[in-house]
């Protein structure tokens, strides 16, 4: 597996423990709607959370969460109403991103900052 990908699968693992810890509770992992893929999708009470990931070693090209781009934010909006459609039984959705920082070095975490509702 190529570095960058170990480096967001590392990234999901720790937003997923992260918000478990919180009380959210994981309904899918990964899933694929339309040849794309949706990082995290979790309830909390009412709340539908639609959950993008994104997990950098330093910020050689700036921060995580910049990387979320109107394109990423309409292909989310986009699955979330399909998911919604299909899975009955929730008020609200609402669209999170964990942003996560890594040292170089070690992969330790150096920042995981959790945008509620952040478009």
Known sequence: MAKHNQ???KGELLAL????KKGYNLLQQ???HQHKEVDLIMSLGEWLVIIEVKTRRGLGFGFPEESVTAGKQAFLKMAAEAYFEAHAGFGKVRFDVISIVLHERNDEVQELLH???AF
């Not at 423990?17 to 478990?20: I, K, R, S």
């Open 30 to 32: 990964n899933w694929r």
């Open 17 to 20: 423990d992260f918000l478990v």
């Open 115 to 117: 945008l509620e509702d």
């Open 7 to 9: 480096t967001g699968v």
